[in-house]
């Protein structure tokens, strides 16, 4: 099956696709950036490993086992349940524990020398919410203050975006967000270009920044998510049947993608 959306495919930000996806998307970028760039540089994926809180098993209570003693004594150090003793609420159990979190991103250095040009940020619900939020921040941070490049890749709908210029009208009226940040030693993190893009649209064709004058290297965002897409047969494993994963579509959105799956499956029949 083809792929099916002009841009980002909402069905893969699905919490039991997105993992995989983020994987192979940053490996796909660096692949194709490799490919591109000369061999004055080369691009690789760093991988963070961080630990969430995540419930596991479901809600059920816990029904203690209560005994009506009659004949034994009393131990003053030891409560005995009696047929007059009060009823004893039932608690819930939950097990939390801490998963472990793989963050990608992709990261173009000078071969000669490993210096650290471009740093491509691959957002994750991680970085959208809570203290990965706050993590991401202090990391963005350091990269804006620095003349590292940042490139800044956002498929995800839901979330708190991490920056203060992608936030407002008329970006809040866009599903994705990509940006590219300039690192400069004179002026570093002062301007960003952003693409905002509905679900409507086609990706941008992005521009990699290298270390000047070199020229920036093109990165096709369609073509690189069809792959990914097509190499994990994404196409048997979701049902485009059932409603987008959350958060719920703008209505103009809903009613377009109504439409536009309904004319690709009469397309595909």
Known sequence: MAYRFPGMDPYLEDPAIWRGFHHALAEEIRGRLNSSMDAKYYADVEV??????????????????????????RNPASPVLTADAPAISAPVRRAAVMMPTKLRSVRVYVTETNELITSIEILSPYNKRGEGLAEYRRKRSTL????????????????????????????DAADYILLVNRGTEVNPGVW????PVTLDKALPLLPIPLDPPDADVWLDMNATLRTVYE?????????????????????????????????AKADAD
């Open 231 to 263: 190499r994990a047969a994404y196409a048997r494993r979701i049902d485009y049947r059932q409603p987008a994963p959350p958060p719920a579509l703008r209505p103009a959105m809903a009613k377009w993608m109504k439409a536009h799956l309904a004319a």
């Open 192 to 195: 960003s270009d952003i693409w």
């Open 144 to 171: 804006l203050a620095s003349n590292v490049h940042l490139v800044e890749i956002d498929l995800l709908r839901g979330g708190q975006r991490a920056g203060s210029e992608v936030q407002g009208p008329p970006l």
């Open 48 to 73: 963070y490993t961080t630990f969430e809180e995540v419930q596991i098993g479901k809600l059920r209570p816990v029904i203690p086992d209560v005994a009506v003693l009659t004949s034994m004594p």
